[in-house]
């Protein structure tokens, strides 16, 4: 199993641009979320799903969007990018509620 | 509202000096406490999860442990191998997703 795939690694956007970040899972987890991860804040909710065709706003929704269509895929849609969303984005997903996130390598986006 | 407090925000240790790691959270009715570690450049890697008070966890130089209010990661004579960034969370209601701490970023040096 390659567990949760997040792609691209890298990305460099200017400001206004458009762009989606993806989000796959192999291990047919019902639970999935997104989390940027920032010098001095941590890790920060922005978008969580509790099943396919359901999700549902974080801590930092602001700026961006979702949907998962798929229990696969869950991908986070920054439809025009701010320097402020430069950062490093995370994926995790879980079987269970109080199971542990099975998390991502990260994507990390730099908005110019 | 809802917190996540780790303490220190850095540590630095001499190979063979052992040392613990703080999490303190506020809320009742806890439904689990969460510990990873990550390295520069990876995603959270997860170590041990929590559930009730008294509860204790152990893996290799590392063990968990828990009461009411905080919970500790005790590191016993730790490797310069066991630097990274350690991060606690707790369960947020039953949403399927965690409340983080800042993390302590762990340096030992050999």
């Known amino acids: 199993n390659a567990g949760v795939t997040q792609t691209p690694k890298f990305q460099v956007l200017k400001t206004g641009q458009s762009m989606t970040l993806q989000c796959a899972q192999d291990m047919n987890h019902e639970y999935m979320s997104w989390y940027r991860q920032d010098p001095g804040m941590g890790l920060r909710l922005i978008h969580y799903?509790?099943?396919?065709?359901?999700?549902d706003q974080g801590e930092v929704p602001n700026g961006y969007n979702v949907s998962r269509s798929t229990t696969e895929d869950f991908p986070l849609r920054l439809l025009s990018a701010a320097p402020s969303q430069t950062s490093v984005y995370f994926c995790a997903s879980t079987p269970l509620v109080d199971s542990p996130l099975h998390f991502g390598n990260g994507t990390r986006l730099t908005v110019t | 509202e809802d917190q996540v407090t780790q303490s220190p925000e850095a540590l630095r240790l001499q190979e063979g000096e052992s040392s613990s790691l703080n999490c303190s959270y506020t809320?009742?009715?806890?439904?689990?406490l969460f510990w990873y570690r990550q390295d520069p450049g990876k995603g959270p890697e997860f170590l041990f999860t929590l559930y009730s008070a008294g509860e204790e966890k152990e893996k290799e130089r590392l063990k968990a442990t828990l009461t009411k209010k905080e919970s500790f990661l005790h590191i016993t004579a730790p490797k310069p191998e066991d630097s990274a960034t350690y991060l606690c969370a707790r369960a947020r209601g039953s949403q399927g997703n965690l409340i983080f701490g800042k993390g302590t970023k762990l340096s030992v040096k050999p």
């Open positions: 799903s509790v099943g396919a065709g359901i999700t």
């Open positions: 809320v009742s009715g806890l439904r689990g």
